[in-house]
């Protein structure tokens, strides 16, 4: 089972960006769809951003125009390209498959990367 490694979140001002990482333990050529999820305080996690492996992206309305998602299979890495931050995109930042990884019924998530935008 892949596993992910978040980093790149930190805190900013608004209107600011940030480029957000994810390094996956394996290979992630064989994964249809990979995605962005955030988890806020006091909300449940969502996605933010999914890409499939023809390149096909979809993403939440409040982050449309403002992020991108990419890939890159040689690395094992996903990224999440994030402009003109909003202080509501507060959140700790995952990546995950879609839908997300289990063991046995329980999703499985790595730690994740907070993302704190001031206003």
């Keep these: 089972q892949v596993q ?12 600011e960006s940030l480029r ?12 249809d769809v990979v995605a962005w ?3 806020a305080p006091g909300h449940v996690r969502d996605m933010v951003a999914a890409m499939n492996s023809g390149g096909r992206t979809n993403y939440a309305d ?6 991108t998602i ?7 890495t996903i990224y999440l390209e994030m402009t003109n931050l909003h202080p509501e995109d507060t959140a700790v930042y995952h990546c995950n498959t879609s ?3 289990t063991h046995g019924n329980v999703e499985v998530w790595g730690q ?3 993302v ?4």
């Design 4 to 15: 992910f490694v978040e980093s790149g979140g930190g805190f900013v001002q608004a209107g």
């Design 20 to 31: 957000l990482s994810c390094v996956a333990s394996g290979s992630i050529a064989s994964i």
């Design 37 to 39: 999820y955030r988890l």
């Design 62 to 67: 409040s982050v449309k125009d403002r992020f």
């Design 70 to 76: 990419s890939r890159d299979s040689a690395k094992n």
């Design 99 to 101: 839908p997300p990884a």
């Design 112 to 114: 994740g990367t907070q």
């Design 116 to 119: 704190t935008v001031s206003s």
